[in-house]
């Protein structure tokens, strides 16, 4: 087919016009169910054809589309584990999972400093904070300083403690769509 399908979804391979492997995965999580659509992702992957970085392209462009709520968490199973430095951290990457949110890297280093949780390309950064860790005078001033010094350079720094993640779920979770542009129905 040919609606709405752009140049980066599509090449000519023996003079006949094909969609990616990305693409074509896409569109198979439109139309097929869940175990076909992850038999053909395994074997994609099997096969050596899968590029993450290009499937995760085509749900970009795949706003709002019945696709996302089958491909996403294949892509999120698909990752190897980020290693974490703490439980709050593995918690927040649960919650994500939970919530729908695309995964963030973990750990980054950004301008120098090193990061709970990003996602560099929307430059918003997660700082899980657990009140036994930042409760004292030296910790709270170093983390203002660095959250000043991130969003001077134009990148969101959102603060969540383990109590919001717990209590307030629903909320932290509209508020990173909101940040990240997602759409939480479509997860």
Known sequence: HE????????????GIPVTSVARTLFDLAEVEDERELEFAFEEAD?????????????CARGHGRHALRL???LI???RAPEPTRSWLEDRFLAFCREH???APEVNAV?????????WLRRRLIVEVDGWSFHHHRAAFERDRA??????????????????RL????ATVAAELHALLGTDRRAT
């Open 3 to 14: 609606g709405g399908i752009g140049p980066e979804d599509w090449t000519i391979v023996d």
């Open 46 to 58: 099997r096969l050596g054809l899968l590029r993450m970085r290009a499937l995760e392209d085509v």
């Open 71 to 73: 491909i996403r968490p």
């Open 76 to 78: 999120d199973a698909a």
């Open 100 to 102: 729908g949110l695309p």
């Open 110 to 118: 950004v301008l120098g400093y090193e990061v709970d949780a990003c």
């Open 146 to 163: 660095r959250d000043a010094a991130l969003q001077a350079a134009g990148y969101r720094v959102i603060r969540v403690t383990h109590r």
């Open 166 to 169: 717990e209590r307030e779920a």
